[in-house]
């Protein structure tokens, strides 16, 4: 398993704990039925693990380890959720028995993991006979914003050198329908969705989370540590956010690939 670049810290979790079926998952919702087996792999914080919860028989949710799997363990007995079981796995050696699942789905994983590949090939292990392995992750090259700032332009490459540096692929979106053909898999459905903030509400939310995280967080620590950048580099950049939200006419686009590959 690759290092996972984000980290755990409160602004990185405001992100993730606004993650849904709608936003984050709508591709796969026309195949979640009543009565499948689902397994989540790497479910954060488990908002759209809950929401699969509403749809399916019972879901089974995993982390890298115990601190990160109690995020989604927390979320499920808040909510009184009843259908779902914890483990923690490693994506590339998943310890479940052959064909155990109707789905297997993954989001915002494969792009920190070190061999995405083999995780597919694992998450292909576990998916029953015409079952369905599910993958979404966004694009860091193919983001885009207005209006243009220097400061952004530099927080983008910044993260994308810590990503790699830590083993990941942060481009990962364009390149999950190849990995999953490597992977093995034939019948291969590979769409595309956005997240888009244009709104004030939606810049002071996006916009807010990315000026704490890049200061905060356990990439601003790489970053300064590994010396990417300094502390004030990073709170430069952190200033380019604020301002960027502050913008009445700025819009930012965050594309995403997914595949539904059928097992």
Not at 5 to 31: C, D, K, P, Q
Not at 57 to 74: C, F, N, R, Y
Not at 76 to 86: E, L, P, T
Not at 178 to 189: H, I, N, P, Q, Y
Request: proline share 3%.
């Amino acid at each position: 398993m690759a290092t996972y670049t984000h980290g755990h810290h409160e602004s990185v979790l405001r992100s993730h704990s606004n993650r849904t079926i709608a936003n984050s998952a709508e591709y796969l919702r026309a195949h979640l039925t009543a009565d499948a087996r689902l397994l989540d792999v790497g479910a954060g914080p488990g908002t759209i693990t809950m929401d699969f919860a509403q749809h399916v028989g019972h879901v089974t949710a995993t982390e890298i380890g115990e601190a990160e799997l109690a995020l989604s363990q927390k979320l499920a007995a808040a909510q009184s959720v009843s259908n779902i079981d914890f483990s923690v796995e490693d994506v590339h050696a998943l310890s479940f028995a052959d064909d155990s699942f109707d789905i297997v789905h993954t989001h915002q994983v494969l792009q920190h993991v070190a061999d995405p590949v083999q995780a597919l090939r694992a998450m292909r292990r576990v998916t029953k006979p015409g079952g369905l392995v599910a993958a979404r992750d966004a694009d860091y090259a193919g983001f885009i914003w207005f209006p243009l700032a220097p400061g952004l332009d530099e927080w983008l490459h910044l993260y994308r050198a810590a990503a790699r540096a830590n083993g990941g692929e942060p481009d990962a979106g364009r390149r999950l329908l190849s990995w999953a053909r490597a992977a093995g898999f034939e019948d291969v459905t590979a769409t595309a969705s956005t997240w888009c903030y244009a709104t004030a509400d939606e810049r002071a939310w996006w916009g807010g989370m990315w000026a704490d995280r890049i200061v905060e967080s356990a990439l601003a620590r790489q970053l300064v540590d590994d010396g990417f950048a300094t502390a004030a580099d990073l709170q430069r950049i952190s200033g380019a956010w604020r301002a960027w939200s502050d913008a009445e006419d700025g819009w930012f686009l965050v594309p995403h690939g997914e595949i539904l590959c059928r097992a």
